[in-house]
T-cell receptor
Framework: GAVVSQHPSRVICKSGTSVKIECRSLDFQATTMFWYRQFPKKSLMLMATSNEGSKATYEQGVEKDKFLINHASLTLSTLTVTSAHPEDSSFYIC???????????????FGPGTRLTVL | GESVGLHLPTLSVQEGDNSIINCAYSNSASDYFIWYKQESGKGPQFIIDIRSNMDKRQGQRVTVLLNKTVKHLSLQIAATQPGDSAVYFCAEKGPYNFNKFYFGSGTKLNVKP
């Protein structure tokens, strides 16, 4: 149980295009999902908190118009990188909480990540 | 966000030895910590957690120690195996921040056969 998937796993796009990344909780409902960004050999940086049915909350320094987040249902959150540039190339990882698990004191389940390369 | 850092960026150990990975955190009000393991090209995998009202917690081959006085966290891996080779992160959650976690810089563990 508690499986989180991401799609696509890898994407290569041209500069100026927009890319959508999906995060799905496969066997539980997640009212809250989180999006992280990770540069090579670096740590995960929290970008935003995705809330089902409401606007996402962004961490300081993260452009909300650049990284659009939509949490359309209890099992799906999407991150759209708009007008992508080479500096947006990174590994994007989502996570989700299962608030109904007895032993899930704040535990998050991570997706496998999406490798974005902008040419 | 909180600042969480690690003392050692890389650690090489011999198979069978014990490993100790350290982490320093800056927010004394943080109330929950998790150690994650991340293999190349994959998302983080939960290893063990500890609440701030504890100073030690043991799992299978792993132990987490929390020293709130000096804001220090460590992960001990007993009888390290080649499959333990990965990057290890500590993550910190402060109180009242709606379950947001902030990650440390990571330590790469190399297990030599």
């Amino acid at each position: 149980g508690a499986v989180v998937s991401q799609h696509p796993s890898r994407v290569i796009c041209k500069s100026g295009t927009s890319v959508k990344i999906e995060c799905r909780s496969l066997d539980f409902q997640a009212t809250t999902m989180f999006w992280y960004r990770q540069f090579p050999k670096k740590s995960l940086m929290l970008m935003a908190t995705s809330n089902e049915g409401s606007k996402a909350t962004y961490e300081q320094g993260v452009e909300k118009d650049k990284f659009l987040i939509n949490h359309a249902s209890l099992t799906l959150s999407t991150l759209t990188v708009t007008s992508a540039h080479p500096e947006d190339s990174s590994f994007y990882i989502c996570s989700a909480r299962d608030p109904w698990r007895d032993n899930s004191y704040n535990e998050q389940f991570f997706g496998p990540g999406t490798r974005l390369t902008v040419l | 966000g909180e600042s969480v850092g690690l003392h050692l960026p890389t650690l090489s150990v011999q198979e069978g030895d014990n490993s100790i990975i350290n982490c320093a955190y800056s927010n004394s009000a943080s109330d929950y910590f998790i150690w994650y393991k991340q293999e190349s090209g994959k998302g983080p995998q939960f290893i063990i957690d500890i609440r701030s009202n504890m100073d030690k917690r043991q799992g299978q081959r792993v132990t987490v120690l929390l020293n709130k006085t000096v804001k220090h966290l460590s992960l001990q891996i007993a009888a390290t195996q080649p499959g333990d080779s990965a990057v290890y992160f500590c993550a910190e959650k402060g109180p009242y921040n709606f379950n947001k976690f902030y990650f440390g810089s990571g330590t790469k563990l190399n297990v030599k056969p």
